[in-house]
Nanobody, 123 residues
Framework: QVQLVESGGGLVQPGGSLRLSCAPS????????MGWFRQAPGKEREFVSA????????YYADSVKGRFTISRHNAKNTVYLQMNSLKPEDTAVYYC????????????????WGQGTQVTVSS
């Protein structure tokens, strides 16, 4: 079994920044890709970003391109999501996901999910 532990959410004003972290534990992951998704109240879970652990290739939703940066620290076995220039529409529960069996931006591709961390952007 794989456990994903997220941290770093909180309340921030518009234009502010937050950094989310995700650390997998348990058995070795089959895929080298990890992703971030988010779900706002009353909306479906949507793709935010993903990274290939081995070659560093990154993927972003158009809505966050240029504002969010995904990275990994191999020694710490941790994936980060740096979120800058946050907007009220970024408010959501953010989830880390691992081991996609299909397209990296597809929610249904992932078997393993973290518990989620709340990000609220409000003045």
């Amino acid at each position: 079994q794989v456990q994903l532990v997220e941290s770093g959410g909180g309340l921030v004003q518009p234009g502010g920044s937050l950094r989310l972290s995700c650390a997998p534990s348990g058995r070795t992951l089959s895929s080298e890709i990890m992703g971030w998704f988010r779900q706002a109240p009353g909306k479906e879970r949507e793709f935010v970003s993903a990274i290939n652990w081995s070659d560093g290739n990154t993927y972003y939703a158009d809505s966050v391109k240029g504002r969010f940066t995904i990275s990994r620290h191999n020694a710490k076995n941790t994936v980060y999501l740096q979120m800058n220039s946050l907007k009220p529409e970024d408010t959501a529960v953010y989830y880390c996901a691992a081991d996609p069996r299909g397209p990296v931006a597809d929610v249904d591709s992932y078997d393993y999910w973290g518990q989620g961390t709340q990000v609220t952007v409000s003045s």
